[in-house]
């Protein structure tokens, strides 16, 4: 059969496909590699249909962690059953599979992979195999956890996967990387890197299979922990963020909100986004002023009374972030020796670079809020609220407001948007010129 190896770390590259040995079929019917027997004993060999990528992949491709070499890779697998020495599952049977790749050394890069049947579950029958072949490392972790008698609750990506993962048998889930609640938790199992190490309680276990993730954790080796009295609850991260072509999709306008509140780190997040955008000459001629407590925020409505008339909910949202633009740090960088624009003109600037970076930066808070599972509205001030605005937050007048942003999470009852929005939305043809301009083809 062909089966995904690497002999040594490294790059893509490293990547071959070459033949290897089937698994071998004396091994059926037997017990487990542990010498279990009962339910969910026993071996499953499986005809790979489709496979996906996790982190933990590429982390055990490129640097040395993981099982020793060669190996082949990946975690996750959907497939159909070839045979089985498992009661649970029979020829035929669609199922998916977790490896854990980095504890038995198995890898899903191959045309046949035999697991224990401990490891495996029936594929939902509303996704196909390659879309259910993006589930097992995290979605199995709900069913496995359960078995053990732990009441589980789950972080997923999208909203569509919030469905199956109850499914599976979770209790609460969430797109939301700032639903969780603190301390609640026993123990925490990340699988991509989510901040939400606040969950577990004190003493509890918090185990991450990337260095995304926080660097708190609890006692090694305790998944799921004892809990503290009665059940154990645990809570399994499956994903933090979108794919980012999701993100650009669902980013829209929000202006109508509830009033539940940001956690600080969340906030801190969705600020910290706007220092990564691009500047000329690396100016980074911009600041923000960052409004989270409601006093703060009712002194700054009052400086846009027709967005209040219209949208009173935005008043709602708990983050209120004003982005300025500080023309003198591009005039002052570009005055700088290498540069060369010792006179300081405006004129010599093909555009207003101050204002261009701030809207990119801006851009990239309201990109971040959609990562979030949050809603975000762009909007100006009005010029002559500009300096009463000024003067009430004592914003220096080197630095000029280019809008404000509000963020939060949407309300329950928001209004379908507005069909005439998308049908004047421009297409590609209209407004892509291909090698002049006039030719659109």
């Not at 504890?103 to 390659?130: D, I, Q, S």
């Not at 280019?402 to 998308?422: C, F, H, M, S």
């Amino acid at each position: 059969m062909h089966a995904v190896r690497v002999d040594v770390h490294g790059g893509p590259e490293v990547l071959t496909v070459r033949e290897v040995a089937d698994p071998e079929p004396e091994s059926w019917p037997g017990p487990d590699a542990a010498g279990e027997t009962g339910p969910g004993a026993g071996e499953v060999l499986v005809r790979t249909v489709a496979s996906s990528l996790n982190p933990v992949d590429w982390k055990t491709r490129a640097r040395d962690v993981g099982p020793a070499l060669p190996v082949t890779l990946s975690w996750d697998l959907a497939g159909i059953v070839v045979a089985s020495s498992a009661p649970e599952f029979t020829a035929g049977d669609r199922v998916i599979a977790m490896s854990a790749q980095l504890a038995t050394g198995l890898g899903t890069w191959a045309e046949l992979v035999r697991l224990p049947a401990r490891l495996l579950a029936h594929a939902p029958r509303t996704l196909t195999l390659a879309e259910a072949a993006t589930l097992p490392l995290a979605g199995l972790a709900v069913p496995l956890a359960r078995q053990a008698d732990v009441s589980v609750d789950g972080l997923v990506s999208r909203p569509e996967h919030i469905g199956i993962v109850r499914e599976f048998g979770a209790s609460t889930v969430t797109h939301s990387v700032a639903e969780p609640p603190q301390g609640a938790y026993d123990a925490v199992l990340d699988t991509a890197g989510a901040d939400v190490t606040r969950a577990f309680t004190d003493g509890g276990s918090y185990l991450s299979v990337s260095t995304r993730g926080p660097r708190r954790t609890g006692e090694p080796g305790r998944w799921p922990v004892a809990g503290t009295g009665g059940r154990r609850r645990v809570f399994v991260a499956g994903s933090a963020t979108m794919e980012f072509s999701e993100v650009i999709r669902r980013r829209r306008m929000v202006r109508h909100y509830s009033d539940k509140p940001l956690t600080p780190e969340v906030a801190e997040r969705i600020l910290a986004s706007a220092l990564r955008a691009p500047s000329a000459g690396f100016s980074q001629g911009w600041a923000f002023l960052a409004l989270t407590d409601p006093a703060d925020r009712a002194r700054f409505w009052p400086f846009v009374p027709v967005r209040v008339e219209k949208t009173p909910t935005m008043q709602d949202a708990p983050l209120v972030v004003v982005p300025l633009a500080h023309k003198e740090a591009y005039l002052d960088r570009y005055a700088e020796p290498g540069k060369g624009w010792e006179d300081r003109s405006e004129d010599r600037w093909p555009a207003p670079y101050w204002y261009v970076d701030t809207g990119m930066a801006s851009l990239l808070m309201l990109l971040t809020a959609v990562d979030e599972g949050l809603g975000a509205c762009f909007f100006g001030i009005m010029p002559e609220h500009i300096q009463p605005f000024r003067e009430e937050f004592g914003i220096p007048d080197a630095y000029a407001p280019v809008g404000a942003l509000t963020i939060g999470y949407r309300a329950t009852d928001l209004p379908p948007q507005n069909p005439n929005v998308e049908a004047r939305r421009r297409n590609a043809e209209e407004v892509i010129h291909r090698g002049s301009w006039g030719r659109h083809d």
